[in-house]
């Protein structure tokens, strides 16, 4: 496996990967990857078997970004990176690929003195898996809040470094 910093190239099978779990993130084509691409101070894909399985896409503060949970990490805390989503190909679960991308991102976040990652997962609906995998990384609740027209309930989550 071999990670790397995504690239024009890489984005239409982003935006694809992206919506094999749009219930899980949220929805985003081609011209908000690029919105997002630029944004981003750590945006990473992993290449198994020469494509591309899986990818991770974070932004510093203070970065111009509209989300409501990036936003309210704005408002609780004056450093950090947040992770807008990681995908990981269906076909690719459960092979270690997604903690390979987070202990690339706590690496940076580390040598840049980020303090802490700040991430979210839908409690309602709930996605289990997510919360199994950001327990691992240490992970804990800072707050809850709903989003995306009161559809979804999230938990703030941040990690401290």
């Known amino acids: 496996m071999e990670l790397r910093d995504a690239?024009?190239?890489?984005?239409?099978r982003i935006v694809e990967l992206n919506e094999g779990e749009v219930q899980q993130t949220s929805p985003m084509?081609?011209?908000?990857?690029i919105e997002l691409d630029r944004l981003s101070s750590f945006h990473k894909v992993a290449i198994v078997d020469g494509q591309?399985?899986?990818f991770l896409?974070?932004?510093?503060e203070g970065a111009d970004y509209d989300s409501e949970n990036y936003n309210w990490f704005s408002?609780?805390?004056s450093r950090f990176v947040y992770v807008d989503r990681i995908v990981v190909s269906a076909e690719y679960s459960g092979k270690g690929i997604g903690a390979r991308l987070y202990q690339r991102l706590f690496e940076q976040?580390?040598?840049?003195?980020?303090?802490?990652i700040a991430c979210e997962y839908n409690i309602e609906p709930p996605n289990h898996a997510s919360?199994?995998?950001?327990?691992?990384?240490?992970?804990?609740q800072v707050g809850t809040q709903w989003v995306a027209g009161d559809t979804k309930?999230?938990?703030?989550?941040?990690a401290q470094l």
């Open 75 to 77: 408002a609780h805390y």
């Open 29 to 33: 084509d081609r011209q908000r990857l």
């Open 7 to 12: 690239c024009e190239a890489d984005f239409d």
């Open 153 to 158: 309930r999230v938990s703030l989550q941040v």
């Open 109 to 116: 976040a580390r040598s840049d003195e980020a303090g802490r």
């Open 52 to 54: 591309i399985a899986a």
């Open 57 to 60: 896409l974070a932004m510093r």
């Open 131 to 140: 919360r199994a995998f950001h327990d691992r990384f240490g992970f804990v």
